[in-house]
């Protein structure tokens, strides 16, 4: 049977060996290659995840092949997944990313406000290209984008390529195992209904063994402490979900609870605990120390407080379903196509979709909730006036996107953040010259 | 285990039968009562069919309990699906349904034309109001309907009662079925996207093992001969394919090829032959003359000269999904909720729905193909204004929905053919007095 | 004060002299330059009109300077409003449109069913290519089109060039008319609101002096005689306006009394009367007798028994409006941009309109009427796939588009038809070869 | 002639004096009654409006007659006309609706933000009652609104009654007059094109006599000092409406310069001079002395410190056009209809219409600009939330009102803002006991 290759975009990520992981414990019909790549910085740590990831591998007798090629078009050539986790300017941009808007009062985040909005603009001409790239090379194969902003990044592939893309996050799944926890059953009896965009959604339903009982669990306040790791723990959640009729993902923390979330991050800056990029750039070092260690040869348990925790097991339950012939309901972020009604059909949402061999189909929702239309739509509107700005390079067009994010708080914040993202990130920003 | 109880409207019927085998062939984890439902006029009938239908349990183990109840109240109580089989007015009105129109040169047919428009008119009050003598006795148990014109009849009880309804319809899957024939593999291995309405819909793409190749089998010209029993056979139908790009539903000769349809019904009834309704009614005087012999236990090979192939296996496909914790993919009648852009969210449609015990999901699909939209916008606004004529007993709507019914032609025909409608089916249409 | 000069295409057409009496009898502020133009074949015919205009001007005092010119380049130049009245392929065209589809069994006018169709495809690249001229020589001028159908030639103009277009008919104009009779005042006391598209609008309210009178007009049933001249009255028209509670345009009973308009066309071929083309036929015979008399310098009498009546009336309103800084209120054919919710912005559509020297904004309409929203949206279905088949040559489009057309009955008449046109057309539409 | 009778809702305000002003200097074919009515609280002011009034008309020789009523159901009785300018609690409750917002670090005015949001909630039900009167008593008279928020209540009574309501705003008119300065040309050379809602619109396109000149506009960098009186300068402006391509209405800074905004008001409270509110009470204070003065019988100058310069100037015009035969443009809040694709119908929107005496109706727009669109989306959730809330008593709905609004920045600020409501406007909003 022939293989089913399967090449990671970004392989120097220290998260590479939770995939690798990943395909050790899954079975697949096919033989497995795993083609390593990433650009000439990322080369050092690519290698050391390479043999790592070979020692994982030969510790048992799975049929998967580790390999790693530094030329992008030999490393897409006949693949039929590529895993996008690249990050434009590594850790280092990502803390500017943080660091910058704290100056101004406001949120400092690698996919929120205006961190995330420097993050997609470096991202997106670097997404396209490779989606261009697969265009030449493997026009059939499927982009499982990891890459944040995902939801930004996918549209960005989606409107400049003919590539079939899907973003994942591990949020959605967190979220419905968190439920599972509190109803204490397994994750495959719990079903969850989601409706808005990346890093921007809600559940609106949640079933238990086909039974809807959201309206249940919120009589029972039993949302308290239901929260994913990494983001803070706000009190008043709860009194939110209740009037919401919503469980938002933890990300709408940023929006609900702006204020309480920049004081959490402004006084771990001070405190000397850094951003989270900088906690994660220890993490990173120490996780490479162990990589490097020849003695070592499974995933060590420092990585888990990366974060990211099932980051691997969505990604394979992706791309087993897309090789299987039995349908399964996943939540991806895809082309919305008339899910949300008063979303373009364009408009790349999360939400819940049926998969199989034959691909992706997102289910019909029906309108909006009207207590976050407003949220949605405008935040949509900022997204794509944020491609529309990175792919131009138009000063002019990054500033409507920012005024169009409720993060940034008028228009001279917005100027001062352009101009500190021209100065700041110039060496990634060639078409804004 | 609770028993799982499905009654069934209209167990009169010379199908019901083949209902029974199908539900003797499948296997279900909870123990079944089938409990038959029927007007006065249909009793000694329905205790036929109760005989029969018992004799065909016994010869097997399964754990099914035939019942018959002649109340429809204590018919519904504890049911969890009804199957909706009934024809109000029973053969006698289909004959008619079939005789009136060619008396103005028009096509004669049960679910199409002006016909069509006359089962529904006598149909949507019957079928309303079992829908809400079940809000009261059985709020959560889904309609499963088979009465025609299908499509029109579950988007009346949509529209006027909160019970959840699905359409089901054999010819889907008789297509996909005949398209499994041409490619020489399972009826499994073959996916089909589903366009329209019922009685009004198109496969637009057919996916064979996960691969698209609805244009390769258009490029090979197979097309000549695949069409569902009892629908004449047109030649030019292939290339109409061609040209469309879709596959029509046998339906749809009544709209493309309406002159050679009417030929031939007409060759018919002049021959001596009779309508189809008039065939049928033969052919089930001699199915009950088999029912009653009580040394026959086993559904009749003549049964399937009546029509209606895999009727029992789309019915028991459904209810089996609707019970289990995995999502199936079916091509069912059901609220289109954005499945199609340009039609309402509560249109009911004939589409591609994920169907497991949480519900019934219909996929996103996009836009109408523009060579089809014009008809399907027109027939469902002709749906529409033929519900509320029905439900409002208004001589002047059923005209204006005559007049978007693209088989009438002409305010003449219209006003005609709603005159006759009116003395001949007095009785059943007391909403119109 | 700078001139404004008008460029008429087609100028050799009989009507000529009508526009030309229209703007003798109005005034305008700025000197105006009449500009004949037409095609080789239509220069002998364009001298005439040209030297009876000057004649028809000389007897006045106005300040009209009557040109001609036979080069397109030079005949836009420095024009401020082009009037197309061009017919491909003159009267002798126009009476094949009408007589082809007679043996079918189906209708045969200029502008509805397959006549309308043939008159569609031959005029649309024509249309454009004017219009793609204009771009280079007068960009900023104003097409005001009369050419048949003209709602479909605004459309493809619109779709393939950037000039502003107007489609003008006399219809709207002759039923406010008409009304303004039956209500025994003057015309601008009356106010008709417009649904639809051309030859195929409704009026769905009157208003009289400020208040809407249509209920009570319906009640009094005074329409039984109110219809256009040229067009034949049914007696049943008086009931369907009340259930529609719509006047229907007099095209409409080509749709709502198709047999009846089909009995008397075939009729008067048969009687020897001859098509209606033929009938126009003589009538421009003895016209341009008269226009050659150069003893006659008036607009005859019999210019009125061409038909057409008001249409000077409406083009010259419009003109004046373009020029004015008082907004006026007219009916004419333009972008939908909103007025219908169930169309495109991009649309063409028959509706109220308010027009001053800054353009033209078509008035919100709201919903179509459920009672003719189907028959609107599948005609614009037809008009667009015309428009592409006509633009691509393409003989599968045409196909899509008269099975789109309710006048056509079917496939076999479709390809049948279209067999026809690539014969009998053949030299004006290179495009299909 | 028939009287044309003109019912004052709030008679009692400081602003009424314009208002009869305004009709003294136009000239109206029929005899005008002004009925003046008020709530008991407003009875004594009234009374010197009244005579006041009396003594202004009685200088003149216009046929005007004040009257006054102070029981509703006889000042609608007759009337024609109903000019609401009420302000439920009076100036206290708008100094209230200035302050507590301050406390939170936000906003505080009187139409926007938490304080716009406390009055709605405090107006609506009022704004409703006085139409569903209405609806018994004069339903064929028209609402001229200007109580503020003026396009939600609008939208309330539309959504609550079905008396006609136009909502009026100083601020459409006030823009037109700073451009036409700009311009050195008398205002009716100007034309503005509108988009969005009351207190959030935008100027999208400026004709100067027939012709587009917003760009140039821009490219002159005109706009450094065009904006309305009473409401701050800021220098980024000027960039901001480049980048946007639109001008933006001096409300619109409090949503792009928040902060320079809320600067601005604390700083003058904490001065000593007040919110605007506190300053205009001292203003009304004098004004009322004036009134009261038996000598004084023409408007005075002190009048126009008041704030909305050219009231009576738009409600004359209004009311004028819709008595009139000859259609006028007028930029109004009213049903949007289609006017902007992306809001529903019934959405009441600030924009261009075409008025006369059969009515108003909104011209077409097309889309929202990609670079407010979602502002406004949001908005409008935000207004249709606020009348939820403020029909039904609801907090939770106040709550998701709020966090829909982009001034509130939060759940924290939401909740503590609807205690204080809740609170200190306790005898103004029995529908939340």
């Not at 888990?304 to 939540?331: E, W």
């Not at 992706?360 to 239309?373: D, W």
């Not at 990054?398 to 001279?412: E, Q, S, V």
């Amino acid at each position: 049977m022939s293989e089913l290759k399967i090449t990671v975009i970004g392989a120097g990520s220290s998260y590479t060996p939770e995939l690798i992981d990943g395909f050790i414990k899954n079975d697949f019909a096919q033989p497995i290659q795993i083609c390593l790549y990433d650009i000439e910085q990322g080369e050092e740590k690519t290698k050391i995840i390479e043999n790592f990831a070979k020692r994982m591998v030969n510790k048992t007798k799975k049929n998967i092949n580790i390999t790693s090629d530094m030329i992008i078009e030999s490393a897409l050539e006949n693949c039929s997944f590529v895993i996008n986790q690249f990050r434009v300017g590594f850790l280092d941009a990502r803390i500017k990313d943080e660091k910058i808007p704290l100056k101004y009062g406001l949120i400092g985040q690698e996919t929120t406000g205006a961190g995330g909005f420097f993050n997609a603009v470096r991202t997106i001409p670097e997404a396209i290209r490779i989606a261009q790239t697969m265009e030449k090379i493997c026009p059939d194969a499927w982009i499982i984008n990891f890459t944040n902003p995902s939801g930004i990044i996918v549209e960005a592939i989606n409107r400049y390529s003919n590539i079939k893309c899907v973003g994942l996050c591990n949020v959605p799944y967190n979220m419905r195992i968190d439920i599972a926890k509190v109803l204490r059953t397994d994750v495959e009896n719990v079903y969850c209904e989601f409706v808005g965009l990346n890093h921007l959604s809600f559940i609106s339903e949640v079933y238990y063994m086909g039974k809807p009982i959201l309206q249940s669990l919120i009589d029972k306040r039993v949302f308290a402490s239901q929260l994913v790791k990494n983001i803070p723990k706000i009190e008043a959640v709860s009194d939110l979900i209740r009037q919401l009729r919503l469980i938002p993902s933890p990300y709408l923390q940023y929006f609900y609870f702006e204020n309480e979330m920049f004081g959490k991050i402004k006084r771990e800056v001070e405190s000397g605990k850094g951003t989270r990029g900088e906690q994660v750039k220890k993490v990173v070092d120490e996780l490479f120390e162990i990589y490097k260690d020849i003695n070592i040869s499974e995933k060590p348990s420092q990585l888990d407080r990366r974060g990211g925790a099932y980051y691997s097991t969505v990604a394979i339950q992706l791309i087993k379903a897309l090789c299987s012939n039995t349908p399964t309901l996943q939540v991806i972020n895809y082309c919305n196509n008339g899910a949300f009604s008063e979303l373009s059909n364009k408009s790349v949402v999360e939400t819940n979709c049926v998969i199989d061999y034959s691909g992706v189909r997102s289910l019909t929702y029906g309108s909006l909730p009207s207590q976050i239309k407003g949220l949605i739509l405008q935040m949509k509107d900022y997204e794509k006036l944020t491609i529309e700005s990175a792919v131009k390079g138009s000063k002019d067009l990054a500033t409507l996107a920012l005024l169009n994010n409720p993060l940034i708080h008028g228009y001279k914040n917005a100027a001062c953040l352009i101009n500190d993202m021209l100065s700041e990130y110039k060496d990634f920003l060639p078409r804004f010259n």
